[in-house]
């Protein structure tokens, strides 16, 4: 990649999970074909390793293809979640330049739009606590802009009569999320990463406290390094002796809508009270998303899909004349603390990981993508990423007495 993204402070690591300089590249095993597996498998061949990746299903699929593609760094930005903000924005920062070289080594578009977002308030209890966040984000530095009513309508003419304000958070873009899984599948293939589709692992293998290699059914694959960046999905793959992550699976429901690509009624994506909505290139129009805590579960609930359309309805009222094009469930990977885990195990050398990226795994793409791989190929971690270690949920377990 580009030295563009090469721009962050890093520490010598703590475990020996790289290649010295001037030794062969490490063979590494990618588990997980998200948009985070595929990346680093992108990633990791053009720089010389060779690389084997390994999906359950189809890549890009999972919380990859749920996902709105929203980089809200700054609209998100709440109480309690100040730590992760350094990281969020480091990313965001890299997205464009990320872009850039995925289309550029893939020969696809992944439509990274750049109107920015608007948070609006639509009743006066709204307003007011719009107001408040607006003032912890001004608090924080970031790049918001106060809207009145009236400035809102000229950007969004197709808003609710009765909008009170907004927020306009003009450094807060989208990318098409499915359109960058394509691309890094073709990227990755291109730069020499071997892809495994429908191979679930069960358990990467170790030897001397150092991980091995991996196993899918009856085979074992020889690695240097192990990435684990199975999403929701992560706590399912045998990691012993390492402790097993507080990753679990938070259920989203979303829907999109058809809107006429010449004349959308909505540019910006919009986060309104209870929902939010993306509008796509091709007329689309996302909506989303639940928050559940209940597993793997996939199904779709009237409760669930009559909140969203009417939490969006109340906003956007128009959007009661378009067509249903597609509704779904997704999985978020939520760590314990609903931040991420990235780097070096603290138990088992050359095990690494990248998962429990909650709601910002798309917004965290680029940088998850450096950190990972500036480790693996140089044995650092940014100091961006350092408080985010799987060491933070505690010590390893005490061995038996």
Known sequence: ?????????????????????????????????????????????????????????????GASRAAAGMLAACAEAEPGEEGLLALNRASQTLWPAFAEELERASGEVVDLRTEGTITIALTADDLAKLRHLYAFQQGLGLPVQWLTAAEVRRREP?????????????????????????ALKIAALKAGATIHQNTPVSRVETAGGRATGIVTGETRHAADVV?????????????????????????GQMLSLRMDPAAPILSHVLWAPGSYLVPRHDGRLIIG????????????????????????WRALPTLEE????????????????????????????GLVYATGHHRNGILLLPVTTQ??????????????ALPFGAE?????RAAAE
């Open 227 to 251: 990435v684990l960046a199975a999403g929701a999905w992560s706590r399912g793959v045998d990691i012993t002796p390492a402790t097993p992550l507080p990753v679990r699976p938070i259920k």
């Open 1 to 61: 990649m580009s030295e563009s993204l090469s721009q962050f402070t890093s520490a010598p690591s703590s475990q020996a999970g790289s290649a010295p300089a001037g030794k062969a590249k490490p063979r590494v095993a990618i588990v997980g074909g998200g948009v985070i597996g595929l990346a680093l498998a992108w990633r990791l061949a053009d720089a010389g390793c060779p690389v084997d990746l390994f999906e359950a299903g189809e890549t890009g699929e």
């Open 158 to 182: 197709y808003l609710a009569p009765r909008l009170a304000g907004g927020v306009l958070s003009p450094e807060d873009h989208q990318v098409d999320n499915r359109k960058v899984a394509a």
């Open 371 to 384: 950190v990972i791989a500036d480790h693996i190929l140089g044995g650092t971690i940014a100091d961006v």
């Open 289 to 312: 998303a639940t928050t559940e805590e209940k597993g793997f579960d996939t199904d779709l609930t009237a409760g669930g899909q009559l909140a969203l359309l009417t939490n969006a």
């Open 392 to 396: 933070r949920f505690g010590p390893p």
């Open 322 to 349: 378009l067509s249903i094009v597609e509704q779904w469930v997704g999985f978020r990977p939520g760590s314990r603390d609903d931040a991420p885990i990235l780097g070096p195990s603290p138990e088992v050398n």
